[in-house]
């Protein structure tokens, strides 16, 4: 037993009755250590040999994390990009500032969290984990939207035609966003072509059984055609393909390309005809862009996770090692 263990007078009245030590002994160097030395004759061992206080033995303090710790470390900044990512799912598309002003919020409070502690220390760990989870979580979520979810939304929100004539003014369906062409409607493959910059930017005419020579329809592609015909983009050569969605803001070579049928073909173009991607099932492309966000979203969650795992674990290893060192 030791100082630590007892109050202050009881170990002063063990003291007295104990006999004094031989001349020359001095205590273990791990004990002075903790509880101090009978250098000076006192009645209570002190750290540093001086006399008048009850010892205080300081607690060591790991600087490991513990396994509960390491998973909070997953956990929270997993749930938090669940939130970000269900936000750029279902809010992003109409209220973009507020999906982005949550965000910034959820950073702001972490980032002053991780500012009241330092490192080692969990309380630090945690909020910059979780803080740098949220900031790529935003990054993948834009890139979600701008790859597929835009793209699901136009469509989700426009309108759907059909039973619609390719000879009809594509002004009567501005607010389209999936268009069902009345039966006889078909690609004019042979007169298709593709426009060199780069990539290939593919036109096919949309025509019926007048073969009108004034065009107000336009499949569309990218590297599916040949220079002159063969035009092969989504489902061309399905013979029960007769429906377009709709894409907005095409790049400027496709007007080139149809330029291009005009002094090829004597095709004329209307001014301000519809392009559209040539489907056999609209709403199959519909979920299709929606597919393709989610798994954007899954995989950089994924990716997310096990940069954390990797990052916690070497913290940990290294920790025990500089532990190991000092010991």
Request: proline share 7%; aromatic share 12%.
């Amino acid at each position: 037993a030791g100082p630590a263990d007892v109050d202050a007078p009881t170990w002063a009245s063990l003291r007295q009755s104990m006999p004094p030590p031989p001349p020359g002994w001095s205590a273990p160097a791990d004990w002075q250590a903790n509880y101090g030395s009978f250098a000076d004759g006192g009645d209570e061992p002190v750290p540093g040999g001086t006399s008048g206080a009850f010892p205080k033995v300081q607690k060591k303090t790991s600087r490991l994390l513990t396994q509960r710790q390491r998973s909070w470390l997953y956990v929270l900044p997993c749930i938090l990009s669940l939130v970000i990512f269900l936000l750029f799912c279902n809010v992003y598309h109409r209220a973009p500032s507020v999906v982005l002003w949550i965000a910034f919020v959820m950073a702001f409070v972490l980032l002053i969290s991780a500012a009241f502690h330092r490192p080692p220390h969990f309380r630090f760990w945690l909020p910059l984990f979780s803080l740098l989870a949220v900031g790529s979580s935003v990054a993948i979520g834009i890139l979600s939207y701008e790859i597929a979810l835009w793209n699901y939304w136009v469509l989700y929100d426009a309108n759907t035609y059909s039973n619609v004539l390719p000879s009809d003014p594509p002004a009567a369906y501005k607010d389209a966003g999936k268009v069902i062409f009345a039966h006889g409607a078909r690609l004019d493959i042979p007169r298709s072509v593709g426009y060199k910059d780069g990539d290939l930017y593919c036109v096919a005419p949309v025509i019926d059984e007048v073969n009108s020579s004034v065009i107000s329809y336009w499949a569309i592609g990218m590297d599916c055609c040949d220079v002159r015909g063969g035009f092969d983009c989504d489902d061309a050569f399905d013979d029960k393909a007769r429906s377009g969605v709709r894409v907005l803001n095409p790049a400027d070579q496709y007007k080139a390309a149809l330029k291009m049928a005009g002094a090829d073909y004597g095709i004329v173009s209307v001014a301000s005809p519809m392009f559209v991607r040539w489907v056999r099932d609209p709403e199959q492309m519909e979920t299709k862009h929606w597919r393709i966000g989610l798994a954007v979203m899954l995989g950089g969650l994924l990716l997310q996770q096990l940069t954390f795992m990797g990052v916690a674990l070497a913290m940990n290893a290294a920790t025990t090692g500089w532990a190991l060192l000092r010991a």
